[in-house]
C-alpha cells in the first residue's frame, strides 16, 4: 500500500520559468507542472494543494497564517504521514520556524525549495521534492517536527540558515549539523530535538524590529523605533552579546516603555551572556532589562518574539534553555 504526503506548494525558484528578458519569474508553475517532472506516482500517494504562489520576500504573517491552517486541515487526515511545503528560498528558514512553532504533530512537515528553475542545467528541484516527499512518508520522521530539507540533507527549522546565494548547496546549520540525510532514496535519521514548543496562531502580530550593533552604530535607528507602537525589538550583538555605548541608552528606554528587547550574537556558532562588565556590555544590558538570547538567530529570535508577545507568554527565560 502506497504512503500518503500532502504536497503543499507556495511559489518560488522551485515553481519558477524563465520569460522573455531570460530573467526568472518566482511561482509560474503549479504543483502538477512541477510532480509531472518527478515520476513519484508510483510510489507515494500525493495530495497536492496549490496554496498560493508567489516569491517568498512577499510572504506576510497571513500568508504564514493561512499555510498553517492548510497544514492543520491535512494532518485531519489520520492516513496522512506528513506535508511537504515548497517554498523560495530567500525567506524559507522564516517560514519553517514558524511551522515548527505553531504546528503540533508528531508527524513531520518538511519544507524545501530550490537555488535553480525547472528549467535550468543542474536543476536541483526534482533531487529537493523528490527527497522531501520520502522524507515525510518514512516512518523514523516522526516527531522531528518542521524540517529542511536541501541538497540530501535533512536540517531542523531552528538552526537551518540558507548559507550560499545561488548554490544548490544552498543550506546548512553552521554548528549544529544535520539530522540525517536521503541516500539513494533511503531516509537516514540519526537525531531528534529533545524540546519542542508550541505557540498559537493570531490574527494579527505585534510589530517586532531587528536592529544591528556594529563599530560606531548610533542610536538613531533605536530613538525612532521608541516614537513608534513597536512591542519588540531584536538586538544583534557582537561575539557574546556586546552593543556600541551610543545604542545602550536608548536600549534601557525601550525597556522602561515596557517594549521587549532580547539580544542575540552575530556570530555563526556560540550563545550571547552576560561575560563582561562595562557599559554596553551583555551583562550591563540584562541589568536594564535585555532578554538573553542564547543562541538565536536574529531572524529565528523575531519569530519566537513575536509568537510571545502575541500569546502574552512570558517565559522569556527558554530563550537561553529553550
Not at 539530522?179 to 533511503?186: F, Q
Not at 524540546?195 to 493570531?202: A, G, L, V
Amino acid at each position: 500500500m502506497k504512503k500518503k504526503v500532502a504536497l503543499i506548494t507556495t511559489g518560488g525558484t522551485i515553481a519558477s520559468t524563465r520569460n522573455e528578458h531570460n530573467k526568472l519569474e518566482s511561482g509560474k508553475l503549479n504543483g502538477n507542472e512541477i510532480l509531472a517532472m518527478c515520476q513519484l506516482e508510483d510510489e507515494i500517494d500525493i495530495t497536492l494543494v496549490d496554496l498560493f504562489q508567489v516569491p517568498s520576500m512577499h510572504v506576510t504573517f497571513q500568508h504564514w497564517n493561512q499555510l498553517h491552517n492548510e497544514i492543520e486541515r491535512l494532518f485531519q487526515d489520520d492516513s496522512i504521514c506528513g506535508v511537504v511545503v515548497t517554498h523560495g528560498t530567500d525567506s524559507l528558514e522564516e517560514t519553517a520556524y514558524f511551522l515548527e512553532l505553531t504546528v503540533n504533530d508528531h508527524r513531520p512537515v518538511i519544507v524545501t525549495g530550490s537555488q535553480k528553475s525547472p528549467s535550468d542545467t543542474g536543476t536541483d528541484v526534482y533531487a529537493n521534492l523528490r527527497n522531501s516527499l520520502l522524507v515525510a512518508a518514512d516512518q523514523s520522521s516522526r516527531d522531528i517536527g518542521t524540517c529542511v530539507v536541501f541538497n540530501e540533507k535533512i536540517f531542523h527549522a531552528k538552526y537551518v540558515k540558507k548559507t550560499h546565494s545561488s548554490s544548490i548547496n544552498g543550506f546548512g546549520a553552521i554548528g549544529y549539523g544535520m539530522l540525517g540525510y536521503i541516500d539513494n532514496d533511503e531516509v537516514v535519521i540519526y537525531q531528534k530535538p529533545t524540546k519542542r514548543e508550541y505557540y498559537r496562531i493570531q490574527h494579527t502580530y505585534p510589530y517586532v524590529e531587528i536592529v544591528t550593533a556594529y563599530l560606531g552604530a548610533t542610536e538613531a535607528l533605536l530613538n525612532y523605533l521608541l516614537s513608534t507602537d513597536i512591542k519588540g525589538v531584536v538586538l544583534v550583538g557582537a561575539g557574546r552579546g556586546q552593543i556600541t555605548p551610543a545604542m545602550t541608552e536608548a536600549v534601557e528606554a525601550l525597556c522602561q516603555n515596557d517594549v521587549r528587547v532580547v539580544l542575540t550574537t552575530a556570530t555563526e556558532e556560540g550563545r550571547v551572556f552576560p561575560t563582561y562588565d562595562y557599559y554596553g556590555s551583555a551583562n550591563n544590558l540584562e541589568q536594564r532589562g535585555v532578554i538573553m538570547g542564547g543562541d538565536f538567530e536574529a531572524k529565528k529570535a523575531r519569530i519566537k518574539l513575536m509568537l510571545m508577545l502575541a500569546n502574552d507568554e512570558t517565559n522569556y527565560h527558554s530563550f537561553m534553555h529553550g
